[in-house]
């Protein structure tokens, strides 16, 4: 089965970091560029950064350029998000999803969701 | 960033058709895909490159982007159809959703 499972989320404090992880199972995850994309309770989607399959090409939101961080691991089939000067509007459910080098063809799987609350 | 503009909501009846737009400058120049998220549930894609549907989607749904306006499509809607929709298209090196679309099945 195509799987991915997020995990690392949590209660963190203004100014403060987490790193997310996404492990993938049931496809060659080194063959698939990746994303991770956020949703604020009762908001939209708002996709926050891109990975190529070698990690050569990354992309960020504006939101989030400077702060955050993309990374990936081929050989343990794990994507990874370090968040760093965590603000509260950064409070959302955290998805990765798995995309594709030609962006085009959209992210066609998902997980489902690691949750991120940023608060004193 | 890109900005994509979609209706907030979008009604119709059963066994009629749905068009949730999706506006954007130019927006005919880059390719729009689609995702449906119903409540509680990932987003699933719907439509990639336009108009290509992935394996295991209906073919009530279809995709068109001309102009300024990418459009889905869902004929024949039933009430499994009732969800959010968000288009998406990338600007140079930047993917971003438009502020997405309920769309209730009445």
């Known amino acids: 089965e195509v799987q991915l499972v997020e995990s690392g989320g949590g209660l963190v404090q203004p100014g403060g970091s987490l790193r997310l992880s996404c492990a993938a199972s049931?496809?060659?995850?080194?063959?698939?560029?990746m994303s991770w994309v956020r949703q604020a309770p009762g908001k939209g989607l708002q996709w926050l950064s891109y990975?190529?399959?070698?990690?050569?090409?990354?992309f960020y939101a504006d939101s989030v350029k400077g702060r955050f961080t993309i990374s990936r691991d081929n050989a343990n089939n794990s994507l990874y998000l370090q968040m760093d000067s965590l603000r509260a509007e950064d409070s959302a459910l955290y998805y990765c999803?798995?995309?594709?080098?030609?962006?085009?063809?959209?992210?066609?799987?998902w997980g489902q969701g690691t949750t991120v609350t940023v608060s004193s | 960033s890109y900005e994509l503009t979609q209706p907030p909501s979008v009604s119709v009846s059963p066994g009629q058709t749905a068009r949730i737009t999706c506006s954007g400058h130019?927006?005919?120049?880059?390719?729009v895909c689609w995702y449906q998220q119903r409540p509680g549930q990932s987003p699933v894609l719907v439509m990639y490159?336009?108009?290509k549907r992935p394996s295991g989607i209906s073919e009530r749904f279809s995709g068109s982007n001309s102009g300024n306006t990418a459009t889905l499509t869902i004929s024949g809607t039933q009430s499994m159809d009732e969800a959010d929709y968000y288009c998406?298209?990338?600007?140079?090196?930047?993917?971003?959703f438009g502020g997405g679309t309920k769309l209730t099945v009445l």
């Open positions: 998406q298209a990338w600007d140079s090196s930047t993917g971003d």
């Open positions: 990975i190529t399959t070698g990690g050569d090409n990354i």
């Open positions: 049931g496809f060659s995850f080194s063959n698939h560029a």
């Open positions: 130019q927006l005919g120049d880059k390719y």
């Open positions: 490159q336009d108009s």
């Open positions: 999803a798995r995309a594709s080098d030609y962006r085009p063809h959209g992210m066609d799987v």
